[in-house]
């Protein structure tokens, strides 16, 4: 990670590893005024392959860095094992109009609407109308299943994107299997292995 992202100062009560994802505390209020913010911001695609264009957005009174934010965000996209590791895809960053889709981290009462008519009930998060809107109570607290909150981080992001590149979701394939980047994880992983990337084998 960028050098200033680890020395910056780690609040009271946040993880190195929580900071890294831009979480300034680790209270989950259920609404957050509902405005919808642009972090400001813009990088190149990586890859030689189609690209697709995303802009980062953060309900604006969550207690969020959104440049780390949007950093973990785009290094996942762009990870080894992402969704461009079949050479299919490649993401870059705007903070202008012209974006192929918007990855959103907002509170449980904005992502309820943003969602619907899909009921995520407060809890979770959903890819669609062109948005992977993430639950803010699920990127602080994760799922039961996950092992570590890194891990759980790269599978919300990399799911929802996965619904707006068309994939929808699918069932564990057999007992002690790597679960699917499309399967309903934050549920269950039933027998499976929780795993956060579209492609594991080249993470």
Do not use: K
């Amino acid at each position: 990670p960028p050098a200033d992202l680890v020395a910056a100062p780690v609040p009271a009560g946040v993880s190195a590893e929580d900071r890294m994802a831009g979480l300034l505390s680790l209270d989950v209020p259920t609404f957050a005024g509902g405005e919808l913010v642009v972090v400001p911001g813009s990088s190149p695609a990586p890859r030689d392959a189609p690209v697709r264009v995303v802009r980062v957005e953060v309900e604006r009174d969550l207690p969020v860095d959104g440049e780390r934010f949007a950093r973990l965000v785009m290094g996942i996209l762009n990870a080894p094992g992402g969704w461009g590791a079949d050479g299919s895809v490649t993401f870059a960053r705007t903070d202008g109009p012209d974006a192929d889709l918007r990855v959103v981290l907002a509170s449980p009462d904005t992502i309820d609407a943003m969602c619907a008519p899909l009921r995520t009930d407060g809890e979770y998060s959903c890819g669609r109308y062109g948005h992977a809107a993430i639950n803010y109570l699920r990127w602080v607290t994760g799922a039961a299943a996950f092992p570590d909150m890194t891990t759980y981080r790269q599978y919300v992001v990399n799911h929802e994107v996965g619904h707006l590149l068309g994939h929808q979701h699918v069932g564990c394939p057999g007992a002690g299997q790597t679960a699917p980047i499309m399967m309903q994880q934050t549920i269950s992983v039933a027998t499976c292995v929780p795993n956060g990337w579209p492609f594991p084998d080249a993470a």
